[in-house]
């Protein structure tokens, strides 16, 4: 298998990462914020494993294996917050939730 060069994978995953932050600051639905978070964490992973790759350590995919479960975590929370939310505001707008401040 043929190695992918350091500044190809990098371009990638700053791409990958930019788009996710697009995402995340332009979109105000709380569903597609929470898929350009897991964008943005996907393209660490890949920083991560190009990295890796580069210097022939496994410290990369280890890495990668942290943010796979990082990202696993912040799925099951986020989720769940916005099920909660949900019910509350029959919408899942960002800016709806102003009023539930006390």
Do not use: C, K, Y
Not at 18 to 39: P, Q
Not at 63 to 89: D, K
């Amino acid at each position: 298998m043929a190695n992918v060069p350091l500044d190809q994978g990098l371009l990638l995953a700053a791409i990958l990462f930019a788009l996710g932050l697009i995402g995340v600051l332009v979109r105000r639905n709380l569903l597609f914020m929470l898929m350009s978070l897991e964008v943005m964490l996907n393209a660490t992973g890949v920083a991560f494993v190009v990295a890796g790759a580069r210097w022939a350590a496994a410290d990369g995919q280890i890495m990668f294996i942290l943010v796979l479960t990082f990202a696993a975590a912040e799925v099951s929370v986020g989720l769940a917050l916005v099920l909660l939310l949900h019910r509350q505001i029959p919408t899942l707008d960002a800016d709806a939730g102003d009023h539930l401040r006390g």
